[in-house]
């Protein structure tokens, strides 16, 4: 049969990477990070000056790109040809930018068909917005992992302050809520829960108790 797959779809800072990344450990399974993969689109077109608004120029930069993943005991790692950008794709203009990649439909359209390649030969938990309703519509287990947007932003609040980066509480309640909207009112395969896929509130949940509940409905399909 087809190979085992989780898809973990999500608005950003639900815990998806870390849910994912929990899970794919239980089950001795590679995890795929797509966000990472426009991450990385966004990386080379802000180093290459494409225009991020000219989609035809981004599917021909992608395909000049070399992103590459590999997958290996400490996790997913990125590349772009040679170079690994695994944490550079980390930065926030990075993030917002992959945000603006993504709304062109050339680019989806090929991102949606190396993930597929990915999950066709090897059991896989993967990670993003559009993966059960678009990538994987198979998936053998799908979950829409939510929280409010005040957790979120609680989280992102700590996760700064960690780095010395502190950040007033509502304006990331602002953040949060309008990347939540620009992924779900985009055209192409718009952020929403897949009609078979179900819903995790994360909100009063830890990490660990979200991979449990994860692992537990994964007995209950399989
Ligand atoms: O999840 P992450 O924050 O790394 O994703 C960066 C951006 O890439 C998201 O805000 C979203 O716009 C886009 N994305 C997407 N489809 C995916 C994964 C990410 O459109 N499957």
Redesign the pocket.
Known sequence: GRPLAVAIDGP?GAG??TVAKGVAKRLGIIYV????M??ALALHCMEQGVDLEDGEALAKALDRSGIRLEHGSDGQRVFLGERDVTEEIRREDV?NN??RV?VHPDV?EKMVEMQQRIAGSQAVVMD????GTH?LPDATLKVYLTASSLVRAQRRHLELQAKGMERRLDLLVEEIEE?DR??MEREH?PLRQAEDAVLLDASDLDAEQVVERVLSLLERVE
Not at 33 to 36: F, L, N
Request: no cysteine; aromatic share 4%; glycine share 14%.
């Open positions: 950003a998806k990477s990070d797509t966000g990472a426009y991450r993030g992959a945000s993504s989806r993003g917005r559009d993966i990538v990347r620009r992924d395969a």
